[in-house]
């Protein structure tokens, strides 16, 4: 069986950290963007992460951050993978993940015109920039950063591409299973679909969620 890796996003409290755990979460996400309202400091995700055990990957969310800034985060929050949601270029985000020795991702805002062309090239331009560059999240465009919480077209994925990607936008419990059964990712990502408050993640939704990608794992419906 392929199992669909699960990222539950903009967690700030102790005890949704300790949900998504549970729930079998691979990773979870802190965003560091201070405009978000699911935005922590460092300090306040120093204290989340403590409830990480071993093998749960925590990542931070950037937005158009300066190296100076993810130094700062860094330096106090056990941050093990970096999360690029802004204007950032594949050469920015290598330069920022190569001052603080961490792995990359970098979002794609898809939006209507958006082709599977576009995103293959944007892809081989992010592994060309830097050998810590991970995947590409791919999320819907809105005209704000930080995730969009909307569908996009899936079908603009190409084939070779899905499995490496971390999809994103609009998912949750009951779209996640023909999400993953559509795409096949390699990987989801979740934030305001476990939600019920910004921000305030709800133990029973993100139960639901994990359990709507596993149902997918399961079945393996061919493209």
């Known amino acids: 069986m392929n199992r669909t890796r699960i990222k539950i996003c903009g967690l700030t409290r102790v005890d949704d950290v300790r949900a998504a755990v549970a729930s079998g979460a691979d990773a979870i996400g802190f965003v560091f963007y201070p405009k978000s309202p699911r935005y922590v400091s460092a300090q306040q995700a120093a204290v989340l992460a403590a409830a990480v055990p071993p093998f749960v ?3 931070g969310l950037f937005v158009n951050a300066t190296e100076a800034e993810v130094r700062a985060a ?3 929050a056990p941050i093990g993978l970096l999360q690029f949601h802004g204007d950032e270029t594949p050469e920015q985000c290598a330069a920022l993940a190569t001052s603080v020795a961490r792995p990359w991702i970098k979002a794609f805002r898809v939006k209507p015109d958006t082709t599977g062309a576009d995103l293959l090239e944007y892809e081989r331009l992010c592994r060309a920039a830097s050998p810590l560059f991970s995947s590409l999240l791919l999320d ?3 005209d704000a950063y930080g995730g969009a919480g909307k569908v996009f077209d899936w079908s603009l994925i ?4 899905a499995p490496r990607v971390v999809l994103s936008g609009g998912l949750n419990a009951q779209n996640a299973t023909g999400a993953v059964n559509r795409v096949r990712p390699f990987a989801v990502d979740v934030s305001s679909g476990v939600e019920r408050g910004k921000g305030i993640k709800d133990a029973a939704m993100i139960a639901d969620f994990v359990a709507a990608v596993r149902a997918a794992d399961t079945t393996q419906i061919q493209r």
């Open 140 to 142: 819907t465009y809105v």
């Open 74 to 76: 860094l330096a106090v």
């Open 158 to 161: 190409p084939n070779e591409l």
């Open 57 to 59: 990957t925590s990542t």
